[in-house]
């Protein structure tokens, strides 16, 4: 609900949960102007859409922009409203005019949306008016949150173990969350979250905000004493770094806002299906990655029998890992050179993707357009496309490699011809795009432009081609680069116990069939644990499913499981890829987590429970089944993966033994099914079909 009475900025005054229809006395109670605090300007306070000093704003200011090669001003910015407009059916524009003390400064959009599926979309845009170039510093949209708003969860991380939940109390002042790597980040706040105290999966009120940016961000959480407490996001500018020529626009990164009675899993619930709106369309076959099974291993004999044992299980994309163009033999060199290795491949790669084809499968392939090595032909040749700062310093290597400037148009030329040979030559349906580093140097807002234009002149030359968002696993997984792209490397580890978490809490934002998740080897790479193939191939079925093992070594029992696994995959995608996602708040017993997907009419359902560590409890408490049709019957079905699970106790549930069960979904809800005591980094998957 926007106030827009009289000449004044506008001002949010309500969103969240339907009031309903509203006459005037409904309007004004919600519009009503809110008391005058003692010590404080002489007007009842009510922050508009950008606000400023100049309205008696003490907070952080929602603009802050100054003339280039003028003395500083004086006074505070000062905005005035022109119009408000309906831009589309559940749309609101709002033309805005920033004013300093030698006149008008900039003229401003700030739109807002609320999207069929219940989500608020707040964009704004900068344009320069006048004679002189404007520098734009901040640029923020930000939405109200009532005060009952007292508890805070957002996420942080690390490599291979992102997505890490932080919760506390919001207290008074500013909690910010700045990403200075040019992308979101392994240690992206990703979704941050307001909610009433101790909100969970399924229960509490809940107000949330994501940064639809792959760049640098500042994502903000204030309250002060006045009462007055907001969510906003901007992009992170650095001095100077826009610079608007007069009649010259800049469009701020969308933010998007959600509110939801019923915990996050009602957050999922708008979220979910906006995403899947948003995405490219594609199908998601089964996926055979090859670098935890060759790693830069390459030629046509050690990956032909890779790829028989492969279509074997079932696999329907066989993906090409780093390693395969010109000098490519460690992460030190070559990265830039994107042309097949015509020692290790004298015929190219065809002989390998006619194999792949001739045995049912797609052809897939990594690269890391973004990214040069300083021992590449691309840096000896080009040293000027290299990112740097402006002074010409360049930023030490990560992981042995540099940033290509993407803001430079002959840069973008050359990726584009380079990406655009290989997708001619070879009939690839899928690239692994990577990005293994952070930026460290100015022009992120650049960069990141320059990525979007890149991936869009790609998918206009080759529409088919579908793309995967890898940053050394889940750095980059964020709504702006969604739009373009497929699929998420959700993260480098295929550890199935840390990829419980992982999964789980990615999957409050983005629905589970961009998420990928394959089923490694007994021995985790990056990890060194080693799991039973039960949890392996439980955990990948949650997702864009795939494997990263060298399965030429699987025993004969682990290739038919797998194969069962292949089978069940394609069985229930489906169900995974369209249904609702539920996840149980923990009982008691935290050491389990349950996640289910549930059918959009209620007909069928899949449910995960899986031990993350010993469990306190003797006799575990039952396991709920949410999302069910109360009213209706169902019976409820083991899913056989792999062997069957360790229980601590000799004598399982006689349900649990025999296999299946009927009942209502009231009861299965609300009651839940006794499960044996299940060892630590275990799993059981249950099929749940309506019986009418």
């Known amino acids: 609900m926007l106030d827009a009475r009289g000449a004044a900025v506008p001002a949010v005054r309500y969103w969240g949960a339907d009031l309903g229809e509203l006459d005037e006395a409904g309007l004004a109670a919600v519009a009503a102007a809110p008391a005058i605090a003692p010590s404080s300007p002489d007007l009842p306070l009510v922050p508009s859409i950008l606000p400023t000093a100049a309205e008696g704003w003490t907070g952080s200011p929602g603009l802050e922009a100054h003339r280039v090669g003028m003395p500083p001003s004086r006074l505070p910015l000062v905005l005035r409203s022109t119009a408000v407009h309906r831009s589309a059916p559940a749309g609101l524009l709002v033309a805005l005019r920033a004013h300093d003390e030698h006149g008008p400064l900039l003229d401003l959009r700030w739109s807002v949306k609320l999207t069929e599926e219940g989500l608020v979309e707040v964009a704004i845009s900068a344009t320069a008016v006048g004679e ?12 109200p949150v009532p005060a009952r708003a007292l508890d805070l969860l957002d996420f942080s991380g690390l490599w291979a173990g992102e997505r890490h939940p932080q919760r506390g109390r919001v207290r ?12 979101p980040g392994h240690d992206a706040p990703f979704l941050t979250v307001l909610g009433s105290p101790g909100f969970g999966f399924a229960a509490g009120e809940v107000w949330a905000l994501h940064h639809a940016w792959s760049g640098d961000s500042r994502v903000t959480v204030e309250s002060l004493a006045t009462g007055h407490r907001h969510l906003g996001a901007e992009e992170l500018l650095q001095p100077g770094e826009i610079v608007l020529a007069p009649g010259a626009t800049y469009e701020a990164p969308l933010a998007i806002f959600a509110s939801s009675r019923e915990g996050l899993d009602g957050l999922s619930d708008r979220f979910h299906p906006y995403v899947r709106r948003l995405t490219p369309p594609t199908h998601r076959p089964v996926v055979l990655n090859t670098w935890e099974a060759v790693y830069f291993d390459h030629s046509l004999d050690a990956l032909a029998p890779l790829v028989d044992a492969a279509a074997d299980l079932g696999v329907e994309r066989f993906v090409l890992d780093d390693g395969w163009f010109d000098g490519r033999t460690d992460d030190r060199r070559a990265l830039g050179d994107w042309v097949v290795d015509p020692e290790r491949w004298p015929e190219g790669l065809h002989p390998l993707v006619a194999h792949v084809q001739r045995r049912g499968m797609e052809f897939g392939l990594w690269v890391e357009p973004e990214m040069v ?3 590449s032909r691309l840096a000896r040749e080009h040293p000027e496309w290299l990112l740097a700062s402006p002074d010409g310093a360049v930023p030490p290597t990560w992981r042995w ?7 430079n148009p002959a840069v973008r030329e050359h990726l584009l011809a380079a990406l655009d040979a290989l997708l001619t030559e070879y009939p690839i349906a899928f690239l692994k795009w990577d990005h293994n580093r952070a930026l460290m140097a100015r022009g992120a807002a650049a960069q990141t432009r320059g990525l979007y234009a890149l991936l869009d002149a790609l998918r206009e030359r080759h529409p088919e081609i579908a793309i995967e968002s890898c940053a050394s696993g889940g750095g980059r997984i964020d709504l702006g680069i969604a739009r373009r792209t497929h699929r998420f490397w959700t993260s480098d580890t295929n550890d199935a116990l840390e990829r419980q978490s992982i999964q789980r809490f990615s999957s409050v934002l983005v629905p589970l069939e961009l998420l990928g998740g394959h089923v490694g080897a007994g021995r985790a790479h990056i990890t060194g644990r080693t799991h039973d193939l039960s949890l392996r191939l439980a955990t990948a079925l949650f997702g864009h499913a795939g494997i990263e093992w060298d399965v030429t070594r699987a025993s004969d029992d682990e290739r038919r499981m797998l194969a069962d696994w292949v089978a069940a995959v394609q069985r229930f995608r489906p169900l995974v890829h369209s249904g609702r996602t539920v996840r149980p708040d923990a009982d008691d017993d935290a050491s389990r987590l349950v996640l289910g997907v ?4 209620r007909g069928e359902a899949l449910y995960s429970l899986a031990t993350v560590a010993a469990s306190r409890v003797a006799v575990p408490p039952p396991l709920r089944l949410p999302g069910l049709d109360p009213d209706r019957r169902y019976r409820v079905a083991r899913v056989p993966l792999g062997a069957a699970p360790h229980a601590v106790q000799d004598a399982p549930p006689a349900w649990f033994a025999a296999g299946e069960l009927d009942a209502p979904g009231r009861v299965l809800a609300e009651v839940g099914l006794p499960v044996p005591l299940l060892a630590p980094e275990q799993a059981i998957v249950l099929h749940v079909t309506a019986l009418d």
């Open 172 to 183: 008074d002042g500013l909690h910010v969350r700045e990403q200075r790597q040019g992308r």
């Open 373 to 375: 090595s300083p021992d």
């Open 598 to 601: 549930v059918a959009p009419d």
């Open 132 to 143: 002189h170039p404007v520098a734009l510093d901040r640029l923020a949209a930000r939405l």
């Open 401 to 407: 490699q540099h940033t290509l400037d993407l803001a």
